[in-house]
Every structure is written in structure tokens, then in C-alpha cells.
């Protein structure tokens, strides 16, 4: 499922759940897709910190 899909559903489901609650099928559809999202956030933050590099270090202080 692409992120747009992804976040298109979680707010489907949460405006649901606001408006008239949740089925049992849907309350578990709604973590996963939370997992999901959240992994998908992680993932992006991985990277880009795995894009950043030290360039000029400062010098050991005694």
C-alpha cells in the first residue's frame, strides 16, 4: 500500500471512529496501519539520518 493510500484509510478510520466507533475488524485494520505509518515515518528519519556526516570535530578538551 502506498503512504498516500495509507494515510487516506487512517483518517477514513478515524473519522469513523469519531463519528460512530469501530467494528473489532476495523479497531485491529487501524493498528496495523498505525504500525504500518509509523514504520514508514521511522524509516524516513533513518534515513535521513544516515545521510548526515561530521565535517569538522572539535578538538579533545583536557
Not at 33 to 47: S, W
Request: hydrophobic share 35%; net charge negative; charged share 35%.
Amino acid at each position: 500500500m502506498k503512504i498516500n493510500e495509507l494515510i487516506a484509510r487512517i483518517n477514513v478510520l478515524a473519522q469513523k471512529k469519531r463519528s460512530e466507533g469501530l467494528t473489532e475488524e476495523e479497531q485491529c485494520e487501524q493498528k496495523i496501519l498505525y504500525k504500518e505509518y509509523l514504520g514508514f515515518i521511522r524509516g524516513q528519519v533513518k534515513q535521513q539520518l544516515d545521510k548526515i556526516e561530521v565535517v569538522d570535530e572539535l578538538p579533545p578538551q583536557h
